[in-house]
């Protein structure tokens, strides 16, 4: 026991001489690397005084700092702004539908013939079509595209209608200059922006609508009309295309169409003071209006007359030969378009059966390998074993035979028009 405590006793003796060595605050001693010079302080001590004072100058400086997250994003936000402005300014919106705008409504019918629903769009009003009816307050807020189900569970397809689809919809009173009889007079014209065109025989305002989109927010339409109830309709009809595209669209449609209830064969004064680039006539004696607007009309300007026939065609370049009226008929078209139904073979037992290529004083095939069957506009073969094989071959390339032949509905009219396209030229034609 005694010994134990002598132990004690040297151990208390040693931790108090260690606890004398440190200084009078309580800290440690620091270690020598501690107070070792840093790298920089040891080349400033053996730099000159002068370079020693902008060395340590530089070494206080505070660092440059970075910009700020929310300064980078107004910088980029500012830099975006000018391209969003003019993506908005060109792109027409793909919002929703709105009350007041024009929606269009598509629904296939027996042997795939369309069927197109135009309305304009209120809360409280219904979309009837013969598979049920629809209200407009289910399409109002839907996105153009949607497909929609009628009270009678038909699809209907809803976007916004084109301008020829508006044409082609719109209430009429006489026969319209269809879409693409105008097309082909525009491209004819070679109509600018800016230009100012005269039209006589508004109808029911197909052609003043085209004519208002092809000389844009800067040009002029002149549209002549005898009688007063297709002035006011194609008047009405405008009114409404404008009204519309303003709702669905971030542009305005110009309001560059004056439409004037006058027999154009009296407007000679009118015509003194107006310079025309471009003249369509659309009326049925057009050669009475060419003595009126061709003092008018800019040497080398282009006047194009809309007819019905060939015989109207004659008469009218008679006239123009027996008046010695100082134009050149230039050329005479006649513009037809054919709609097509492309539609796969029908499927039979899972195979898919062979098409048959239909032509006109071609031998036809024995009546054992091939029988023609037509079933909703599709034309199959009932199967044999030929057949068979070629529907064999045809599932092992993972392929399917179509059939394309000409619709059996065919869209606008069946009637045919001609454009004499007439250009201003200062000679004797006789």
């Known amino acids: 026991m005694r010994a134990w405590r002598a132990l004690r006793r040297a151990a208390a003796s040693s931790s108090s001489s260690s606890s004398s060595s440190f200084p009078a605050e309580g800290k440690p001693r620091r270690r020598a690397w501690g107070t070792s010079l840093s790298p920089l302080e040891r080349v400033r001590r053996l730099l000159p005084?002068?370079?020693?004072?902008?060395?340590?100058?530089?070494?206080?400086?505070?660092?440059?700092?970075?910009?700020?997250?929310?300064?980078?994003?107004?910088?980029?936000?500012?830099?975006?702004?000018?391209?969003?402005?003019?993506?908005?300014?060109?792109?027409?919106?793909?919002?929703?539908?709105?009350?007041?705008?024009?929606?269009?409504?598509?629904?296939?019918?027996?042997?795939?013939?369309?069927?197109?629903?135009?309305?304009?769009?209120?809360?409280?009003?219904?979309?009837?079509?013969?598979?049920?009816?629809?209200?407009?307050?289910?399409?109002?807020?839907?996105?153009?595209?949607?497909?929609?189900?009628?009270?009678?569970?038909?699809?209907?397809?809803?976007?916004?209608?084109?301008?020829?689809?508006?044409?082609?919809?719109?209430?009429?009173?006489?026969?319209?200059?269809?879409?693409?009889?105008?097309?082909?007079?525009?491209?004819?014209?070679?109509?600018?922006?800016?230009?100012?065109?005269?039209?006589?025989?508004?109808?029911?305002?197909?052609?003043?609508?085209?004519?208002?989109?092809?000389?844009?927010?800067?040009?002029?339409?002149?549209?002549?009309?005898?009688?007063?109830?297709?002035?006011?309709?194609?008047?009405?009809?405008?009114?409404?295309?404008?009204?519309?595209?303003?709702?669905?669209?971030?542009?305005?449609?110009?309001?560059?169409?004056e439409f004037i209830l006058k027999d154009i064969s009296t407007a000679a004064a009118d015509m003194k003071s107006v310079i025309l680039d471009a003249v369509v006539l659309d009326m049925l004696n057009p050669q009475c209006a060419l003595p009126v607007v061709h003092p008018s009309l800019k040497q080398g300007g282009v006047c194009a007359v809309y007819l019905a026939n060939i015989t109207q065609v004659i008469d009218l370049l008679d006239r123009i030969r027996s008046w010695k009226l100082h134009f050149l008929c230039e050329r005479i078209i006649e513009v037809t378009h054919r709609s097509w139904s492309v539609l796969p073979a029908k499927l039979k037992h899972c195979k898919s059966s062979q098409v048959v290529e239909i032509q006109e004083n071609i031998e036809e095939p024995p009546q054992n390998d091939y029988e023609e069957i037509h079933v909703q506009d599709q034309a199959v073969l009932k199967e044999s074993k030929y057949n068979e094989s070629l529907s064999d071959a045809a599932e092992a390339n993972h392929s399917v035979p179509y059939i394309a032949r000409p619709s059996h509905w065919q869209e606008a009219h069946s009637g045919t028009f001609y454009s004499p396209l007439l250009v201003n030229q200062s000679m004797d034609l006789s």
């Not at 009809?237 to 303003?246: I, V």
Request: charged letters at 25%.
């Open 49 to 257: 005084p002068e370079e020693a004072a902008a060395v340590a100058r530089c070494a206080a400086a505070p660092p440059p700092q970075a910009p700020r997250e929310e300064e980078e994003k107004e910088e980029e936000e500012a830099a975006a702004a000018p391209r969003q402005a003019l993506v908005e300014a060109a792109a027409p919106r793909s919002g929703p539908f709105r009350s007041g705008e024009l929606a269009l409504a598509e629904m296939r019918r027996k042997h795939n013939a369309p069927l197109k629903l135009l309305c304009r769009l209120a809360a409280e009003a219904v979309l009837s079509s013969p598979s049920g009816v629809l209200p407009h307050r289910d399409i109002i807020g839907q996105l153009p595209g949607q497909v929609l189900r009628t009270s009678g569970g038909a699809r209907l397809l809803l976007r916004r209608p084109s301008l020829d689809e508006y044409v082609l919809l719109m209430p009429r009173g006489p026969t319209i200059a269809y879409p693409k009889d105008v097309s082909a007079l525009l491209m004819m014209m070679d109509i600018h922006p800016g230009d100012t065109v005269l039209e006589t025989g508004s109808g029911s305002g197909a052609m003043s609508l085209f004519l208002s989109r092809a000389v844009g927010s800067k040009g002029r339409v002149l549209s002549y009309e005898i009688r007063d109830d297709h002035h006011n309709l194609a008047k009405k009809n405008y009114r409404h295309w404008r009204s519309a595209w303003e709702i669905g669209h971030m542009d305005e449609w110009p309001d560059n169409v």
